[in-house]
């Protein structure tokens, strides 16, 4: 085929965010001198040139009706420069270039039932996954449950009251695009994978089923005359790794999908390395639409760590400094035999030699 006739190709990637930026931020790009906090949910970025803009930071549910969303934008063009973003919190940000115009701006984003805040030292909104809305694997929901559970958390939206940031994640399973986070509320399963093995042969590709067990429980079988598949359950961990491509391997359960959390994740800052999170919690009732149990214990842990943590200290910090089994004392929580790694391929993340230390 000549090269003239091949069809081009189709680019359907991210937009070039530089058009949809304020001309203040653009004209300024890499050239800023100092950002500070002038009120919670409020952000002044100072440029070289002397040119300054304001930030201003509002919770949302993420998953936007149409009608909130032109509530939303209409605001912006009505009180702000006719600029919003959203954040990877789902926080929206109005950015202006006169700063007569932020108090009126928060006015009308508080008249309109929104929040201001999610800046600074406080508790911005949670990270979150799809849930039932957008996925085919999911155990539990997600936006619906970050609302809920912000709803709980909003004077520490609101305010600068938290020794450092903290950021929350939730994954409504347990493999995927989930959180790691200050603290992560992620779906947890408790039994193995039960097949519908009438559907496995017509529905499956059973070689790539069996490639995606990290522990090797998959085999092929023979069930009825059929091809279908096994589950070595002494091996399985119940990942749930085997759902997404053959949804007759059934695990989500309304009574055995549990919640987990877990505490000290960060990817990185510019103080430390990043920290892997530790499991603080598991077998908690997954209860949509307001999941109570999972947002007790999240409030337990946040009570504690203001009171006890330094100015600064961020959730990895804190137990860095008292140590896990402080944590467990102060924030009442059962330290169980779940919280101990006896997985076979453990011993790669154990600190396993007293010469070696990660
Ligand atoms: S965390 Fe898992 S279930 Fe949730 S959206 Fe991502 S892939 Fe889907
Ligand atoms: S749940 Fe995970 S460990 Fe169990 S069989 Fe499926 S992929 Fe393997």
């Known amino acids: 085929m000549a090269m003239s006739d091949m069809r081009p190709p189709i680019e359907s ?58 509530t939303l934008c209409d605001i912006g063009d009505k009180y702000a420069d006719g600029y919003i973003r959203f954040t990877l919190r789902s926080n929206l940000e109005y950015t202006v270039a006169d700063e007569a115009k932020v108090e009126p701006l928060i ?71 989930g959180g790691q986070g200050d603290i992560a509320i992620n779906v947890q399963h408790t039994k193995p994978p039960k097949i519908n093995h009438d559907l496995v042969s017509n529905v499956c590709e059973r070689p790539s089923v069996v490639a995606r067990c990290p522990v090797a429980a998959i085999r092929p079988a023979l069930v009825d005359g059929k091809p279908s598949l096994e589950v070595d359950e002494k091996k399985c961990i119940c990942c749930g790794a085997c759902f997404p491509p053959c949804p007759p391997m059934q695990i989500n359960d309304a009574e055995h999908t549990k919640l987990a959390i877990w505490v000290g994740g960060n990817h990185s800052n510019a103080r430390g390395k990043p920290t892997f999170q530790k499991l603080v919690a598991s077998g908690i009732p997954n209860n949509p639409p307001r999941w109570p149990e999972a947002t007790a214990i999240v409030k337990r842990i946040l009570k504690v760590y203001k009171e006890d943590a330094k100015d600064w200290e961020r959730i990895n910090d804190w137990v860095e400094r008292i140590g896990w089994p402080r944590f467990f004392e102060k924030t009442g929580l059962p330290f169980t035999k779940y919280h101990v790694d006896n997985w076979v391929g453990a011993r790669a993340n154990l600190n396993a030699s007293t010469h070696i230390r990660f």
């Open 107 to 177: 006015k009308a984003v508080e008249d309109a039932g929104f929040v201001v805040g999610g800046t600074k030292n406080s508790v911005t909104s949670l990270s979150h996954t799809q849930g039932w809305l957008h996925c085919d694997i999911p155990g539990t929901d997600a936006s619906g449950v970050v609302k809920s559970m912000m709803d709980e958390l909003i004077d520490d939206f609101k305010s600068w009251n938290m020794p450092n940031r903290v950021h929350i994640t939730t994954s409504c399973c347990q493999i995927n695009c």
């Open 13 to 70: 990637g991210c937009p070039d965010g530089f058009q949809y930026m304020h001309p203040v931020m653009r004209k300024n790009f890499g050239q800023w001198k100092y950002h500070d906090d002038p009120r919670p949910g409020v952000l002044r970025h100072v440029a070289h040139s002397g040119d300054v803009v304001w930030t201003v930071k509002v919770g949302t549910q993420r998953i936007l009706d149409i009608f909130t969303l032109r």
